[in-house]
């Protein structure tokens, strides 16, 4: 039996998700990118909603995307993102090594730094066959 998804609540606020219906008409994802980058795109239904991560350090005010479709047509599409404040919150960490890494850690973390950053250049497109 397939796992049924559902989508992240729409939040468009610093640190939130932005669930965004496509306006296209199209049986294939249009490729979405916010920031110059490409963005998920799911189908919901009968329509493709861009679902967009918003960092904590985007200045709050209305964003723009690009919206490409399969056929090439280029259009972009607005959303205001809100501003948030969240309660902050203190910890103490025992292990000050977790706060000041010695040069072995700092390698390793340098190396799993590089990892993930070359990860995250590349896309696979596709679709996600479960539904939301």
Known sequence: MAAVLSLPRHSPVLGGVAVIPLDVDASEPPAVRYDDRMIMVVRDGDRWVAVVGISLDTPPDSKTRQ??????????????????????????????????????????????????????????????EEPF
Request: hydrophobic share 35%; aromatic share 8%.
């Open 67 to 128: 919206i490409q479709s399969v056929s090439s047509d280029e259009r972009q599409q607005t959303f205001a993102v809100c501003d948030k404040h969240y309660r902050e919150g203190w910890i103490t960490i025992k292990n000050k090594r977790m706060v000041y890494p010695n040069q072995k850690d700092r390698e390793r973390i340098a190396k799993a730094s590089g990892r993930i950053a070359n990860a995250l250049l590349h896309w696979t497109a596709g679709v996600v």
